[in-house]
């Protein structure tokens, strides 16, 4: 006899009415042969609050989110446990956006039905006490992937080689002429992905055995032309919809799912690879890049949209190259893989085009889901939803933060050099959360530097010109800014 399935319950304590219903709703699924976990019965004065609810999604086979209008806000604005839990799903969701595990169910629920994390699954209906038992059944079926017995059974296929060629509608056989069958040796190449532990273990082998660059190119490629054609069918590339907090979300979630195997294979890919197996994973990028062509009324939120994917997947690259000290790749992947910032331009850096007129600065990111109040909500998103393709190569998640923190305080200083060189405009660069979260880097890297000398990484693959002067000139004009943007924030 199989364990009876363990269910994690997650919902808000609104009121002590909404308590007992959601206590009496884990009873009847205990009733039913389920394992329902759930704090009221789980938790006790003393213990762990944040572990227990670590422990309990992850270990859960499913999770059910009771979704009512208070657990929805408190959700959507990252509040209490509540919102500890939508991090800590959300960093699952991002790992696989096509799971089941989360079930959502509405009770005493608002507008939006579900919180933005959960985007657009759908879900079970508990508003009208009438129909629980109805609602309990369907939710017990989810569980036990029992089907709908009101489903008919699949019948013989009248189109095979003894069939009659009458096909049945209403359960009345409709005789009508047989179409000729497609030869045998008429086939349709189909091209199926592996998930990514398939491709982690597949891209170590093929980076190890670098005798054979071809094969290495042949499975990168094919992944890189599937998220783009994916991006593509997305239609991301529409700028005239006046852009709405749920059109942003959708088409984020659209892109974190097209660019998601791609990211582990960067992740993997670039931290391992030489000079050169990284040409390959630099025109994976290049495969990747959207240029922006709007046309007549257009909104630039769109424009800035356009870019993340790329965003991500460089994310995903640099900090793999930059943990394993391949600044030669990093090279390659920033400034020596181009592209253009309208159709007709010509070709300029790719870190330097991601980030023109401070794509990833502006106001529309605080749409991103639970970054609300984050001053830097795309920094924040980004290590939060490219964890999962780093476990493979770091060894915890501070390990991660670490590396994505020193990454993105380089790459400021990187687009610095490039976009401000000789220029009268005055210092900008792309910030993130190390602003806040790590104000040591600063001194951190000037002390490298310094000591380093002309033996610094970064100078030995070109960057800065090669210039150790150059270098310190930069991370001075850096930590100038970043006092005036911590002075704005009201960081201190």
């Keep these: 006899m199989s364990s009876p399935p363990q269910v994690f319950i997650s919902y808000s304590h609104d009121t002590p009415e909404h308590k007992q ?39 859960a086979k499913r999770v059910i989110v009771v979704c009512s209008e208070r657990y929805v806000q408190r959700a959507n604005s990252s509040q209490g446990g509540v919102g500890y839990e939508k991090m800590i799903v959300t960093a699952e969701l991002i790992e696989n956006l096509g799971t089941k595990k989360f079930i959502p169910i509405v009770r005493n629920g608002g507008t939006p039905a579900v919180p933005i994390f959960l985007g657009y699954r759908l ?37 095979e080689a003894d069939g009659s060629g009458n096909v049945v509608i209403d359960g009345i056989e409709q005789t009508i002429p047989m179409v000729e069958a497609i030869p045998e040796e008429t086939s349709v190449a189909v091209v199926t992905f592996p998930d990514s532990s398939t491709i982690i273990q597949q891209l170590k082998k093929l980076i190890s055995e670098p005798s054979h660059p071809m094969l290495l190119h042949d499975f990168v490629l094919p992944i890189a032309n599937e998220a783009r054609t994916q991006l593509e069918s997305h239609e991301l590339q529409e700028y005239s919809t006046q852009p ?170 990187i687009y610095g050099d490039l976009k401000n060189h000789d220029s009268s405009y005055g210092f900008w660069a792309p910030l993130g959360s190390f602003v806040w979260r790590r104000s040591e880097l600063l001194s951190s890297f000037r002390k490298e530097i310094e000591q380093a000398g002309q033996n610094w990484g970064p100078l030995q693959a070109g960057f800065f010109s090669g210039s150790h002067e150059r270098a310190l000139e930069i991370i001075t004009k850096l930590g100038e800014f970043i006092g005036q943007v911590r002075r704005q924030l009201g960081i201190w």
């Excluded at 209906?125 to 992937?145: G, Q, V």
């Excluded at 870190?351 to 990833?360: I, M, N, Q, S, Y």
């Design 244 to 413: 709405t907090q749920e059109e942003f979300t959708k088409r984020i979630m659209l892109a974190d799912q097209a660019t998601n195997l791609l990211e582990h294979a960067m992740a993997v890919g670039c931290h391992w690879a030489d000079d050169e197996q990284s040409k390959v994973f630099a025109k994976a990028i290049s495969r990747l890049v959207l240029i922006s062509e709007p046309s007549g009324t257009f909104y630039p939120t769109w424009e800035h949209v356009v870019r993340y994917p790329t965003l991500r997947v460089l994310h995903a690259a640099g900090i793999a190259a930059y943990s394993n000290g391949s600044y030669g790749v990093l090279r390659r992947m920033m400034i020596e893989t181009k592209t253009k910032y309208r159709k007709h331009d010509p070709d300029a850096p790719l870190l330097l085009v991601l980030h023109d007129k401070a794509a990833f600065a502006q106001s529309c990111w605080k749409w991103l889901p639970g970054m609300e109040r984050h001053h830097f909500p795309v920094s924040d998103y980004l290590e939060e939803s490219l964890r999962g393709a780093f476990r493979g190569v770091f060894r915890d998640e501070d390990e991660f933060a670490n590396h994505f923190d020193r990454y993105e305080f380089l790459q400021a200083m």
């Design 21 to 59: 219903w959601v206590l009496k709703l884990a009873a009847d699924l205990r009733k039913n042969g389920v394992d329902a976990v759930i704090d009221q019965w789980n938790l006790s004065p003393g213990d762990d609050i944040a572990t227990f609810m670590e422990q309990g999604l992850s270990s």
């Design 123 to 159: 879900y079970i209906d508990f508003e009208e006490d009438s129909k629980y038992p109805s609602m309990l059944e369907a939710l017990l079926r989810e569980i036990f992937n029992v089907p709908n017995p009101g489903k008919p059974p699949i019948g013989k296929n009248p189109f």
